[in-house]
């Protein structure tokens, strides 16, 4: 998410500096990006989906695959952009999903395609 304020609004003498403090309150308490060494791999996200999905893995997942391209953290969970490469679609599909980990298992709480314009 981004948000792009004119200069002249988040000058410190617009409004008594009220809308610049809340722009800087609001960075600070975004999470920074986390390493992509503590994202899900794609096998783990592709076995995240399967079971979020409840598709029998053995049917289509040894030929398809899911390439995590992003993700940001949220608390304890994360956001990501991923591409999906589906035996039984033709083209990849773009999508991002919210996964969170618990002990040594990703579990996929929600997904979305993201439409191409």
Not at 68 to 87: A, E, K, P, Q, W
């Amino acid at each position: 998410m981004g948000v792009f304020l004119s200069p002249i609004l988040t000058n410190s003498n617009f409004a008594g500096g009220a809308l610049a403090q809340a722009v800087n309150g609001m960075a600070a308490q975004m999470a920074p990006r986390p390493p992509a060494t503590t994202w899900p791999t794609g096998p783990e996200a592709l076995a995240a989906l399967f079971q979020f999905s409840d598709w029998p893995e053995s049917e289509a997942g040894d030929s398809s695959s899911i390439s995590v391209d992003d993700c940001l953290s949220n608390g304890g969970d994360f956001i990501c952009r991923m591409t999906m490469h589906l035996s039984w679609v033709e083209t990849p599909r773009i999508v991002e999903a919210t996964l969170r980990k618990s002990l040594d298992r990703w579990s996929m709480l929600g997904l979305k395609e993201i439409k191409s314009t």
